[in-house]
């Protein structure tokens, strides 16, 4: 079975300030690993994705994750956060040619950047 | 470009009774996917259909149904509703790829 952990219900953040989004997942096999966000009153937004090569991914807005198979993260990172980054954001796992088991997501960590 | 549409945006219903929601995926895109948003529990998988099949369900009891028409738009049938069914549905469609997913705004169905 694959699963992801979000282990923070909510992070706050200074604007300016970097922040850092925590996902762990865990799988049988190289994972697919995605971070979606969802703004208020709408759905999800793709952010970026880890396939395989290069560890450290980027993606839209400024945003980038590191892909660590030690530690079984996929923790998401931004140089300098703004108050227009406040969201939900989703890490989700799958595991390739795993025939018809869908896209895990994990419960979802509240961002807060206050001016 | 239209994105994924969802009609309709809130559904007030009381319990006992049926629900239908609607997807209209992008066009060209062919998989549909289901998901429950319920408060506290992040994204639960429901259903996903491509190409007219339904592919695999999630864990959720058998009143909760769905079809995907020939145009691959496709439709959520939740019978028999209980009070915990109210969650926000979100409708997502790729073209025949987990590698990223376009969701629609959803549908908030309050149970009363």
């Known amino acids: 079975a694959q699963s992801v952990a979000q282990p923070e219900d909510q992070v706050n953040v200074a604007e300016g300030n970097p922040l850092t989004v925590k996902c762990t997942y865990s799988v049988s096999g190289n994972p697919y690993l995605f971070w979606y966000v969802q703004y208020p009153n709408r759905g999800l937004q793709f952010l970026l994705k880890?396939?395989?090569?290069?560890?450290l991914v980027k993606g839209s807005y400024g945003f980038e994750a590191e892909f660590n198979k030690s530690q079984t993260s996929f923790h998401l990172k931004k140089p300098s956060a703004l108050v227009s980054d406040s969201a939900l954001y989703f890490c989700?796992?799958?595991?390739?040619?795993?025939?018809?088991?869908?896209?895990?997501f994990g419960k979802g960590t509240r961002l807060s950047v206050i001016a | 470009e239209a994105g994924v549409t969802q009609s309709p945006t809130h559904l007030i219903k009381t319990r006992g009774q049926q629900a239908t929601l609607r997807c209209s995926p992008i066009?060209?895109?062919?998989?549909v996917y289901w998901y429950q948003q319920a408060l506290g529990l992040g994204l639960q998988f429901l259903l996903w259909?491509?190409?007219?099949?339904?592919?695999n369900r999630g864990n959720f009891p058998p009143r909760f149904s769905g079809r995907q028409f020939p145009n691959y738009s496709s439709e959520l049938n939740v019978n028999a509703l209980e009070l915990e069914d109210s969650a926000l549905y979100l409708c997502?469609?790729?073209?025949?790829?987990?590698?990223?997913?376009?969701f629609g705004s959803g549908t908030q169905l309050s149970v009363l």
């Open positions: 997502a469609s790729s073209a025949g790829s987990w590698e990223k997913l376009f």
């Open positions: 880890y396939i395989t090569g290069d560890n």
């Open positions: 066009s060209g895109h062919t998989s």
């Open positions: 989700a796992v799958r595991v390739p040619n795993s025939g018809n088991t869908p896209l895990v």
């Open positions: 259909y491509d190409e007219g099949e339904e592919r």
